[in-house]
């Protein structure tokens, strides 16, 4: 049997009372948003009936970009959706004057439901996304006017790479892959933890090493220590 310190992090709270009033679940959602664990639940198949419906509406959607424009695609699906609505509602109208029954409208909660965006909520909202905004123009100017030469030439590097990865792949293709993966690669981590974070951190070191050798043997690359 496995040691209790080596089994998965995101395993339900309801299998240990103990391990969920410690520390706190790495990968888990305690203390984060409900939008966050809403995420976290999807992408790990809490409910596998919600996961496969958002995955497969998501995964049809991005096929149907693939192959169709954006007008395209926005058109077929409101056509689908009218078509859904308008047939039950006539089919509810008519149902109602055969019986002679006061049903009312077949979607009268859906119409009552308050969808309004209050001014706190917005702003709320607003500051956040200015939030990331800043820490994002932040990074990206540190590593543009290099800050420092080794996380730019990193970036370099990877923006090499993806000219490779662009001339094979278009954007929908690459949304279509991130979507598969990040539907299947969550839950295989969750079953293989162990031996994935074995051979992540041997990988790490042996990166961590490497690039220490040619900063050591390269002059004007190495970190500056803070003073």
Known sequence: MADPATQSPFISSSSSSSSSSGQPQLGGCGGAGSASCAVHDLLFWRDVRKTGVVFGVSLVLLLSLAALSVISVVAHLALALLSVTISLRVYKAVVQAVQKSEEGHP???????????????????????????????????????????????KLAMA?????????????????????????????????????????????????????????????????????
């Open 107 to 153: 979607f009268r909660t859906y119409l009552e439901l308050d969808v309004t965006l209050s001014p706190e909520a917005f702003q709320a909202h607003a500051t956040a996304v200015a939030h990331h905004l800043n820490q994002a123009l932040r990074f990206f100017l540190r590593l543009f006017l290099v800050e420092d030469l080794v996380d730019s030439l």
């Open 159 to 227: 923006m090499w790479l993806l000219t490779y990865v662009g001339a094979v792949f278009n954007g929908i293709t690459l949304l279509i892959l991130a979507e598969l993966l990040a539907f299947t690669l969550p839950p295989l981590y969750e079953k293989y933890k162990v031996q994935i974070d074995h051979y992540v951190g041997i990988a790490h070191r042996q990166t961590k090493d490497l690039v220490a050798k040619i900063q050591a043997k390269l002059p004007g690359l190495a970190k500056k220590k803070p003073e």
